[in-house]
């Protein structure tokens, strides 16, 4: 699928700021992937970050989403059958 550059463009002009950052992160992240070729499997084996969210990192959440998230043991609680190992 070919994309129009200004099209795009245009759309990243439209987002609010926080919605801006989102969108840089996740072209950070597709640069990233095609760069050193990305694999769920490599992903898998890094050690899981366990360090707390900064109070930025929290405001951030909480403004993009516009509401406030689940802890990974609010959502344990609230999706009993969850098979993933959330923090």
Do not use: C
Not at 9 to 35: P, S
Not at 69 to 79: D, H, Q, V
């Amino acid at each position: 699928m070919s994309v129009n550059k200004e099209e795009l463009h245009e759309m990243i002009e439209q987002l609010k700021d926080t919605d801006r950052a989102t969108v840089y992160d996740f072209l950070q992240f597709l640069i990233e992937r095609n760069g050193r070729g990305f694999s769920w499997e490599e992903t898998e084996r890094l050690e899981i970050d366990r360090e707390p969210l900064s109070e930025e990192i929290l405001s951030r959440i909480k403004n993009a989403s516009g509401e406030d998230y689940l802890t990974g043991e609010e959502a344990r609680r609230e999706f009993p059958g969850i098979q993933v190992d959330l923090p």
